[in-house]
């Protein structure tokens, strides 16, 4: 979809029309997104400046994930923290260069800058963020990224360590507002005690490409479910089953894309009446086809019965189908209520309380629903759909407990304004507001939603579970 006010802002003319009118012309940062399956080393090529507060616990899994991602590990050093910052670069495999918190080179440019603060337990040792970060700012490149380690909140034991740990979200978030321009995004990593050999694939996500529109988010890395003890370098979901609902267009023809890219057999599921676009998107992702509508009362029944039949089971679902019927609540009629609900929620309860009671989702297997900013803050108009957002939330939260007992990751990802059919049909200032209220300033891509799809579903990812991260690039509405 084209960007008209970007367009117009390459038009010179219509650029000193603008200008003497006094209004701003808006110049986001093209963001660099990576392209086809992982590679065996995601940041190859990567410089990253580390650094850590003293005491911090992340330290060794932190810079092993660097280094094993591909990435040059530069260390900048504060303290007590610097020794062990470049001895745990030692045993991963790389010497670290030490620089000193002012001596970095003039010219350097880093990718990412990564600082494991799960050892600031007050406010006063807080300021080893600032020490870390100030002189570093002007060092990050375009498109680059910040991870910041922190301690999960509730697993600290007294008020002034909670504190703290909670703080470094703030300051998270403030940082990804100052470097969004730039198309740079900052995002906080929570860790559980006990659970920091489970960052690997939170840190290479966020560092690397494929985290694009990923902004101002906190994920929880939590001891809940045990990461596999040997993780495929390529091809990681090869042998792996999926089922993706609405998978006939926008973000769930990416997501199937995505994740039949990583070698999962990915079947497709969307309504008959778009059988042709549906054939079309499973033979281009070499998967299997199938046409039902998810509100159909015989829907779950038949769907559990075509996994198990033809599969065994399934190993990942993505609850993806969904719809708007927007209108002021005052005019809305009842039958855009029911559908929205229909669709959009009580379909992913439906289908689910037949999977998981019948145990069709195979042990450590992968759930990701889509909620949206919608339900987080909502939206006039939406009343229907925010309902269901919101509620999809709290499926995330109520189905966490249960499903970590057989392994199985649940989590939720909640879009912004992505360029899809649903969004062009937007009014136009509504669109172009949702574009530019955001730290990015643009909309995203279906492929963004796909990355984060893909990630929850890895098998590295167990330690990522029961999480909402929204894909919005910072979008100030729901911040």
């Known amino acids: 979809m084209s960007d008209f006010l970007v367009e117009l802002g390459q038009n010179q003319t219509a650029m000193n029309i603008i200008k003497a009118l006094g209004l701003p012309i808006p110049t986001p940062q093209t963001l660099a997104r990576e392209k086809g399956a992982y590679a065996e080393q995601q940041l190859k090529g990567y410089k990253v400046l580390v650094g850590a507060a003293d005491g911090s616990t992340a330290v060794k899994p932190m810079l092993k994930t660097v280094v094993d991602a591909g990435a040059e590990p530069i260390v900048v050093g504060y303290g007590d923290g610097t020794p062990v910052l470049v ?23 880093a990718n ?8 600031c337990k007050n406010a006063d040792e807080l300021k080893a963020l600032y020490n870390f970060f100030h002189p570093l700012m002007g060092k990050i490149g375009v498109c680059g990224r910040v991870v910041i380690l922190a301690a999960l909140p509730e697993g600290e034991k007294d008020v002034a360590a909670q504190t703290a740990a909670r703080a470094v979200e703030g300051f998270t978030r403030s940082i990804a507002k100052e470097i969004g321009k ?4 900052a995002n906080v990593i929570y860790v559980e005690k006990g659970a920091e050999a489970k960052v690997a694939a939170p840190i290479t996500f966020f560092l690397s490409k494929r985290s694009a529109f990923v902004d101002g988010q906190p994920v ?8 596999p003890a040997k993780l495929k370098a390529t091809g990681k979901l090869e042998g792996k089953t999926a089922l993706v609902t609405g998978a006939a267009r926008g973000i769930g023809a990416a997501t199937a894309e995505r994740l039949a890219a990583e070698g999962a057999h990915v079947v497709c599921l969307d309504v008959p009446f778009d059988r042709k676009t549906l054939d079309e998107t499973t033979a281009k992702v070499g998967g299997t086809a199938l046409p039902m509508d998810v509100t159909d009362p015989n829907a779950p029944r038949a769907i559990a019965d075509f996994l198990k039949d033809n599969f065994g089971g399934v190993d990942i679902v993505i609850h993806n189908a969904g719809v708007t019927r927007d209108k002021t609540l005052r005019n809305m009629k009842e039958h855009l209520w029911d559908m929205v609900l229909n669709i959009n929620l009580k379909a992913i309860l439906d289908i689910d309380e037949v999977l998981f009671g019948e145990e069709i989702i195979n042990k450590d297997g992968r759930l990701v629903a889509l909620s949206s900013i919608g339900g987080i803050a909502g939206n006039m108009g939406q009343t229907n759909y925010g309902a269901t957002k919101a509620g999809v939330i709290g499926y995330i939260n109520a189905r966490n407990g249960e499903a970590a007992k057989r392994g199985i990751t649940v989590n939720a990802v909640a879009p912004g304004l992505i360029e899809t059919a649903m969004t062009a049909a937007m009014p136009f200032a509504i669109r172009e507001a949702g574009r530019r209220l955001s730290s ?3 909309g995203g891509q279906p492929e963004d939603i796909a990355e984060l799809i893909t990630f929850f579903s890895l098998p590295a990812s167990a330690g990522v579970t029961g999480n909402v991260v929204r894909c919005c690039g910072q979008s100030l509405v729901g911040a």
């Open 87 to 109: 001895e745990a670069g030692e045993a991963a495999g790389a010497k670290p260069t030490v620089l000193a918190p002012h001596a970095t080179p003039k010219g350097l440019k």
């Open 112 to 119: 990412g800058l990564v600082f494991d603060a799960t050892g």
């Open 182 to 185: 730039k198309g740079a995004t």
């Open 220 to 227: 929880r890395v939590t001891k809940a479910i045990k990461v």
């Open 440 to 442: 990015l300033s643009q």
